[in-house]
């Protein structure tokens, strides 16, 4: 059903999760439309494209040619590009109008490649989804067209605690890491360095600084880490298919580090998925949090979790947790709330791709702005966790505690300044150091 | 030389970009824009209105697959009522903004927006087109969009039942096909009072550049409006491409004031001698750094270059998307008379391999400035503010800028807010 949307931009399109996907390795990217939606990818959801050299390109579709079904443009285009920029493999994608006109991009780069004889995929997006459903699209074809599970041996279960005693290393692969959930490079980087550290080897991180090399790798994983949910649905389709195990969700806080290491280390062993939002954890040092949660002291008893149940009755302080609304995607606000959970009641509200194959006990499907506006401005929420520019659909007089976190796939570059990274010890960085509310007043 | 023929897989370079149409229709006053098509056709239009400031005037009707496939001409006056209901004040137009996959459908738009006039009295209701698909047709959309902007004047007469022949004519000479008024500097001032549609605030001001008694096209983003306008209010044109050559702006100058019945041509000469001396200045302070001129800066980098290299500038490339037919007979003149000048397209997939690099060079326009990485960049974009030897003043001004203040190319880009 059509939404309306007053005040907030769409969000990342499953185009650009796929071109997210593709950008690191030397693939011709063709998107399949007239200009606007390359351009909303290159300008808008690829902080990347500055000064790289990604051989992303718009097929440049016509209105005669969508109309006459003359794809032949297309593959003349395609096979003269191939012979200039010599691409390990050529990658068609999906826009509005070739949904629209049923155009069949797998069987136009069946042919491209029985043509050229240089492996072509095709990705069918569609510009109705968004982007962690794109970015699937994408890991899963290039898996199945490189990593098929012939070629991978995949690790037999009752040798894998053998395999590391002998050689103290796993192999893993991290899922869904593109910039349109981690802006910043040093998120990916901190994370590898910390499991490199503790034993672990990374094979790949498709999406962020990964080559066709790697990619063949994959299969050959001990075990997966699913870091978003374009990340999840990647984990699960490998665990399928090549029998990885994954353990899905991010560490935050340092802390939790080495605690995400050893939960890493025992689903490898195991070979049994977990979630990590759903493992025990310490409890997080009140001093990096104290600025977002808090009992109620009364002056909350309004926003405390007890109003909600009615167990509470006390007209004074309740000592009951605040609730919070965390705002993103599923994956990490899932993370986000398990870290808070010894101090915050928190609701995850799903923006993106809904799914229930995620494990929580409170999450809502926001599916338009109408909604995401009545979550946020339901007064059982004095916490807001989300991109900044949903602090915009607040009343300007807010009294809610909001802790911008933006996100590419949301706001683009408007809060590029500002975006930090926020895994593992950078997470408590940005407490200790946020403004609380500092973007209302954006100026470009 | 590099074949300028279009084709081939299109290559988008951060530098690539233009107003975008959803800004260029909430030109018309008192308006704000409906955008209805898929979400994704709207991300890059919306974060460039917030960026730019005007994204309290767009709003957005998303379309799933399933409106797709059933039409979606009903849903929109619920949403128009909606929209309404939002706004402190009520708009005088509302722009329909509607994207590539809406040309496949076949909409009814006249049915579309009868109804919703019907519904929503004292509204003008304008049916635009985002759509690319359908930019090498006779109506590309950038110039579909001018053309609108001047269209809801003529639905608010129809409407008021206001006929081309009962439009009194005035003094004024419209502008069409620029972003932004010329400067107060510009000798064409001197020739007639010039309107501008960022002149108005209110839409009913506005409706009276249906009462100019000229229309003239800078750009060939203004020749449909000029079309439709002859028709729609009996306003003639004339086609009076920006240029930078001393004697075409003479002609041109010959050409307007035929065009408004002066017997003679005003004396301008005092402002072609500025335009010399600023040039004998800017040549004497650059020297002989190569110069590159690209089609963002100016829709006829042909006859500029050939303008520069009349002047005795060292341009050494010219870089075009397209050469549009008015400036082929530049592009023709350069061929002969300077082989040495490189033609280059940004925009095609070979512009990826970036092995025209050419740091020590003066670019004039940001496609060529981040192809070349060029140390020093002119600010001038779509021949914004420029006609007449005070545009060759300003060029010269912006070329000397760019050499004395290098400018920081990425965040030029930013401040433009280009969309593709």
């Known amino acids: 059903m059509a939404q309306l949307c007053l005040y907030l931009p769409p969000f990342s399109p499953d185009y650009s999760g796929a071109g997210a996907m593709l950008f690191d390795l030397n693939a011709l990217t063709v998107m399949h439309d007239a200009g606007g939606c390359t351009g909303n990818y290159t300008g808008h959801d690829e902080p990347r494209w500055y000064d790289s050299k990604a051989t992303v390109f718009c097929s440049g579709l016509r209105m005669i040619d969508a109309i006459m079904g003359n794809d032949q443009k297309l593959k003349d285009n395609v096979c003269a590009a191939i012979k200039t920029l010599n691409p390990e493999f050529v990658a068609l994608v999906g ?64 040798t894998d605690a053998d395999t590391y005693e002998l050689s103290g290393t796993l192999h893993y692969n991290i899922l869904g890491a593109t910039p349109l959930d981690y802006e910043r490079t040093e998120d990916l980087d901190h994370l590898q360095d910390v499991l490199n550290r503790s034993g672990f080897s990374l094979i790949a991180r498709p999406g962020y600084g990964y080559d066709l090399r790697q990619l063949r790798n994959m299969g050959q994983a001990n075990v997966n880490i699913a870091v978003s949910h374009a990340g999840f649905l990647t984990a699960k389709y490998m665990e399928k298919k090549y029998g990885i195990p994954y353990l899905c969700g991010v560490p935050l806080g340092e802390k939790n580090l080495d605690l995400y290491a050893e939960r890493l280390k025992e689903v490898a062993l195991s070979r049994e998925s977990e979630m990590f939002f759903s493992e ?102 004095s916490v807001i966790i989300a991109d900044p520019l949903f602090e915009k659909l607040l009343p300007k007089n807010h009294k809610k505690l909001f802790l911008p976190l933006p996100q590419y796939a949301v706001s683009g570059d408007i809060y590029h300044k500002d975006a930090k990274p926020f895994l593992g010890k950078y997470f408590d960085d940005l407490l200790r150091n946020s403004p609380h509310t500092s973007y209302k007043s954006y100026k470009p | 030389m590099q074949c300028l023929c279009k084709g081939g897989l299109h290559y988008d370079a951060p530098s690539k970009g233009d107003y975008g149409i959803c800004r260029m229709g909430l030109m018309v006053p008192e308006s704000v824009e409906l955008f209805v098509g898929p979400s994704a056709c709207g991300r890059h239009g919306a974060l460039g209105a917030i960026k730019n400031g005007y994204k309290d005037r767009i709003f957005y009707l998303y379309l799933s697959q399933s409106d797709i496939v059933s039409g979606y001409d009903d849903i929109i006056g619920d949403a128009v009522a909606e929209v309404l209901d939002t706004l402190e004040k009520a708009p005088k137009v509302i722009v329909m903004i509607f994207t590539c996959l809406d040309d496949l459908i076949g909409t009814d738009h006249e049915a579309l ?176 750094l190569p110069i590159i001129v690209d089609s963002s800066a100016t829709y006829h980098p042909f006859g500029m270059a050939q303008a520069l290299l009349g002047f005795g500038f060292n341009v050494i490339r010219v870089e075009a998307e397209a050469v549009i037919k008015s400036d082929e007979d530049h592009m023709e003149w350069i061929r002969a008379n300077h082989p040495e000048v490189e033609f280059y397209r940004p925009d095609s997939c070979e512009a990826v391999l970036f092995d025209h690099r050419l740091t020590e060079s003066l670019s004039i326009g940001i496609q060529a400035a981040y192809m070349a990485k060029s140390r020093y960049i002119a600010d001038m974009f779509a021949d914004l503010q420029m006609f007449g030897y005070d545009g060759i003043v300003s060029l010269m001004r912006r070329i000397t800028e760019a050499y004395q203040n290098p400018r920081d190319l990425k965040q030029l880009i930013n401040e433009y807010g280009l969309v593709i």
């Not at chain 1, 095709?122 to 699209?137: H, P, S």
Request: with cysteine; aromatic share 8%.
């Open chain 1, 95 to 158: 826009s509005p109008v070739p949904m629209v006109i049923g155009m069949d991009l797998k069987g136009l780069a069946h042919e491209i490649e029985s043509e050229t004889g240089i492996p072509a995929i095709g990705i069918e997006t569609t510009g109705t989804d968004y982007y962690d459903a794109g970015a699937f699209k994408a890991a899963k074809a290039l898996l199945d067209k490189f990593c098929p599970p012939e070629t991978t041996i995949t690790p037999p279960s009752a």
């Open chain 1, 280 to 381: 025990s954890f310490p409890d997080t040092p009140a001093s990096t949090i104290k600025a977002y949660s808090g009992k109620c002291t009364g002056s909350h008893k309004e926003t405390c979790s007890c109003r909600k149940t009615g167990s509470c009755g006390k007209t004074d302080s309740c000592g009951d947790k605040m609730n919070a609304l965390i705002i993103g995607d599923q994956i990490i606000s899932e993370s986000l709330k398990h870290y808070f959970r010894d101090h915050l009641e928190v609701t995850v509200g799903c923006i993106f791709t809904p799914d229930r194959d995620i494990p929580s006990s409170s999450v809502l499907n926001l599916k338009n702005e109408k909604e995401i506006k009545k979550a946020l401005c339901d007064e059982r929420y």
């Open chain 2, 113 to 288: 927006k009868e109804a919703l006039s019907d519904r929503f009295p004292g509204i003008v209701f304008q049916s635009s087109h985002m759509n690319p698909i359908k930019t090498d047709t006779s109506e590309p959309p950038a110039q579909a969009i001018q053309r609108d902007i001047y269209r809801t004047i003529a639905t608010d007469f129809k409407n008021r039942g206001i006929r081309p022949e009962d439009i009194k004519k005035d003094a004024f000479v419209n502008i069409l096909g620029a972003y932004e008024p010329l400067p107060e500097s510009c000798e064409l001032n001197r020739i007639a009072p010039l309107k501008h549609v960022t002149g108005y605030s209110s839409f009913s001001d506005f409706t009276a550049m249906a009462s100019s008694r000229l229309n003239l096209v800078l750009t060939p983003l203004g020749r449909l409006a000029a079309k439709d306008m002859e028709k729609n209010f009996h306003i003639p044109y004339l086609e009076v491409p920006v240029s930078f050559d001393p004697e075409e702006i003479s002609e041109s100058y010959k050409a307007i004031s035929q065009a408004l019945g002066m017997d003679t041509v005003p004396d301008f000469e005092a402002d072609r001698r500025a335009a010399e001396i600023a040039v004998e200045r800017t040549r004497a302070l650059v020297g002989d």
